[in-house]
């Protein structure tokens, strides 16, 4: 019988984690990214901008030129705006950008195939041309963040705009790291797979050039490691299971280089693992899945031996419990299966949450519930 994984329908436990402690810079970058830009929005409602970036409040342009607003990523109010540059569906940067025909509205490739009709004014599509020229401006614009562009300002002088001012070139690459990966999160949540698995690789590269000049350090194997995982996602998402194991093969290889007394890099390690567990489980391999799922069941008791008052290690303990004794049942190891099942019964039992740990809360009693109908399976049926 083909063995059937117990989260395979719902979202992975390992997937909807709530934020930890020691998060990847990178997830931290990209916070204070969006809460910059929500404020910038709000603020919008009282003085609205105008695309390009001229005050809408003031006639003279070399007014405005004075208080000349500044791209969060280093660029001025004359060269470029994210908003026609991004998606209207995805809400991240075009990718394979395409244009309805009639209306030359633009969308990512993979956004607009899905529609019959325009997503922005309704018209009918008649076909669909790649807007190249577009593409190519997207592409400059990535590239640009690996440098910021930023004029030499005289503050004694006022700005004058058209004026030639020496540039000022500044390797940033991990601050591109961040934009990058907050555009592939956008993309992949709106399943633009194939946009999200691009801005991925090309962050990949970023750090992999970092390390070349830097080392090993914690930071970028952290960095590396939980990009690798999320471009392992991405070819799961694609069905490219190889390319899947390959990509949390190196995540886990990048991540066991670290100090295990980082919680967020331990709670990376044992997703990365069993994420390959789970590639082996569905194609049948069940006793490497469980050498893999065993691995990550060690990383977190490691952790709880130190940690043992965060609800959420002890519920990570408890899911791979679960998911080794769930392989050691099909492979017909009973005895070794209740132990597990039970140990996990226990852990999850002893669990005291708060009420602002819904989310914890609501995968604690799904993960119980499926613990207990498997030790219900094993019971004898007295009935007669």
Same mark, same amino acid.
């Given at each position: 019988?083909?063995?059937?994984?117990?989260?395979?329908?719902?979202?992975?436990?390992?997937?909807?984690?709530?934020?930890?402690?020691?998060?990847?810079?990178?997830?931290?970058? !990209?916070?204070?990214?969006?809460?910059?830009?929500?404020?910038?929005?709000?603020?919008?409602?009282?003085?609205?901008?105008?695309?390009?970036?001229?005050?809408?409040?003031?006639?003279?342009?070399?007014?405005?030129?004075?208080?000349?607003?500044?791209?969060?990523?280093?660029?001025?109010?004359?060269?470029?705006?994210?908003?026609?540059?991004?998606?209207?569906?995805?809400?991240?940067?075009?990718?394979?950008?395409?244009?309805?025909?009639?209306?030359?509205?633009?969308?990512?490739?993979?956004?607009?195939?899905?529609?019959?009709? %325009?997503?922005?004014?309704?018209?009918?599509?008649?076909?669909?041309?790649?807007?190249?020229?577009?593409?190519?401006?997207?592409?400059?614009?990535?590239?640009?963040?690996?440098? !910021?562009?930023?004029?030499?300002?005289?503050?004694?002088?006022?700005?004058?705009?058209?004026?030639?001012?020496?540039?000022?070139?500044?390797?940033?690459?991990?601050?591109?790291?961040?934009?990058?990966?907050?555009?592939?999160?956008?993309?992949?949540?709106?399943?633009?797979?194939?946009?999200?698995?691009?801005?991925?690789?090309?962050?990949?590269?970023? !750090?992999?050039?970092?390390?070349?000049?830097?080392?090993?350090?914690?930071?970028? %194997?952290?960095?590396?490691?939980?990009?690798?995982?999320?471009?392992?996602? %991405?070819?799961?998402?694609?069905?490219?299971?190889?390319?899947?194991?390959?990509?949390?093969?190196?995540?886990?290889?990048?991540?066991?280089?670290?100090?295990?007394?980082?919680?967020?890099?331990?709670?990376?390690?044992?997703?990365?693992?069993?994420?390959?567990?789970?590639?082996?489980?569905?194609?049948?391999?069940?006793?490497?899945?469980?050498?893999?799922?065993?691995?990550?069941?060690?990383?977190?008791?490691?952790?709880?031996?130190?940690?043992?008052?965060?609800?959420?290690?002890?519920?990570?303990?408890?899911?791979?419990?679960?998911?080794?004794?769930?392989?050691?049942?099909?492979?017909?190891?009973?005895?070794?299966? !209740?132990?597990?099942?039970?140990?996990?019964?226990?852990?999850?039992?002893?669990?005291?949450?708060?009420?602002?740990?819904?989310?914890?809360?609501?995968?604690?009693?799904?993960?119980?519930?499926?613990?207990?109908?498997?030790?219900?399976?094993?019971?004898?049926?007295?009935?007669?």
């Amino acid at each position: 019988m083909t063995p059937v994984c117990p989260f395979v329908k719902a979202a992975r436990p390992d997937e909807t984690t709530s934020k930890k402690p020691g998060e990847n810079p990178i997830k931290h970058q !990209i916070e204070t990214e969006s809460k910059t830009k929500k404020d910038a929005s709000d603020s919008a409602t009282v003085s609205p901008k105008c695309p390009f970036g001229y005050d809408s409040q003031k006639k003279d342009v070399s007014e405005s030129a004075v208080v000349s607003p500044k791209c969060p990523f280093g660029y001025d109010s004359q060269t470029f705006k994210l908003g026609p540059l991004s998606c209207m569906v995805c809400q991240a940067l075009l990718f394979e950008s395409s244009k309805c025909v009639p209306c030359s509205h633009v969308f990512c490739k993979a956004c607009l195939t899905r529609f019959k009709d %325009c997503p922005l004014c309704g018209a009918d599509i008649e076909k669909i041309e790649a807007d190249s020229n577009l593409q190519d401006m997207v592409d400059r614009f990535i590239e640009g963040h690996a440098r !910021i562009k930023r004029s030499q300002v005289d503050t004694d002088k006022e700005e004058v705009v058209g004026e030639n001012k020496p540039v000022i070139y500044e390797d940033v690459s991990l601050e591109r790291g961040a934009f990058l990966v907050q555009q592939a999160m956008r993309a992949f949540r709106a399943q633009n797979v194939e946009s999200a698995k691009s801005r991925l690789s090309l962050c990949a590269e970023d !750090i992999r050039d970092q390390l070349e000049k830097m080392g090993n350090t914690s930071e970028l %194997c952290s960095q590396l490691g939980a990009v690798l995982g999320m471009l392992g996602d %991405c070819c799961r998402a694609l069905g490219d299971a190889g390319s899947a194991a390959t990509y949390f093969e190196e995540s886990v290889e990048f991540l066991s280089k670290l100090p295990k007394d980082d919680l967020e890099i331990s709670h990376t390690l044992s997703v990365s693992l069993n994420k390959i567990g789970d590639l082996k489980y569905y194609d049948g391999d069940l006793q490497a899945a469980r050498s893999y799922y065993f691995r990550s069941l060690n990383v977190r008791r490691d952790v709880i031996k130190h940690h043992s008052n965060i609800p959420s290690q002890i519920l990570d303990v408890a899911i791979s419990l679960t998911k080794v004794a769930d392989v050691d049942k099909s492979l017909a190891n009973e005895d070794v299966a !209740i132990d597990g099942f039970q140990e996990a019964i226990k852990l999850l039992e002893s669990l005291t949450l708060n009420t602002e740990d819904s989310g914890l809360e609501q995968r604690r009693l799904s993960v119980l519930g499926f613990v207990k109908n498997q030790l219900a399976e094993k019971q004898p049926d007295t009935t007669l």
